[in-house]
């Protein structure tokens, strides 16, 4: 599977990914709208008789998940390992061009450093967010 695919077989680029939380497995969904009708903030629609989730929209509430008689609407930490698979296979591609373009086998590990790196500071960065959200949690 190529990099951008997403998992349910519709394409996304990758800063497109975040938006696959939750996510509706077009294969269960059977159209029937209850999420529709049940989502407070208007955040999923029919298109094509299938429920599509406008995720700048979704407040991640979970009523859909829990409303859902076909579990069609799915948790986000199932895409995991996809994901992963993903990344690898963009860093793959991303070093066999450094390679390729810069000429030299030097240059696809000095991309692999710099692709760590990457993941590094996301990693920082999804760290601090949660550590700011444990604040706020016990505020509330």
């Known amino acids: ?65 829990d409303v859902c008689p076909r579990s069609a609407i799915r948790h986000d930490s199932e895409l995991i390992p996809g994901e992963v698979q993903a990344n690898l296979e963009k860093a793959e591609w991303s070093m066999a061009e450094c390679e390729r373009l810069l000429g030299n086998q030097g240059e696809r590990r000095k991309c692999c450093e710099r692709l760590i790196k990457h993941f590094n500071k996301e990693k920082m960065v999804a760290e601090k967010t949660l550590r700011e959200l444990e604040k706020l949690r016990e505020v509330l």
């Open 1 to 65: 599977m190529a990099w951008e695919e997403v998992w349910d077989g519709e394409r996304a680029g990758e800063e497109d990914r975040w938006r696959l939380m939750p996510w509706i497995s077009n294969d269960k969904c059977v159209g029937c709208g209850i999420c529709v009708d049940r989502c407070p903030a208007g955040a999923i629609s029919m298109k094509e008789g299938i429920a599509v989730l406008d995720m700048d929209s979704c407040i991640r509430c979970g009523i859909c998940h």
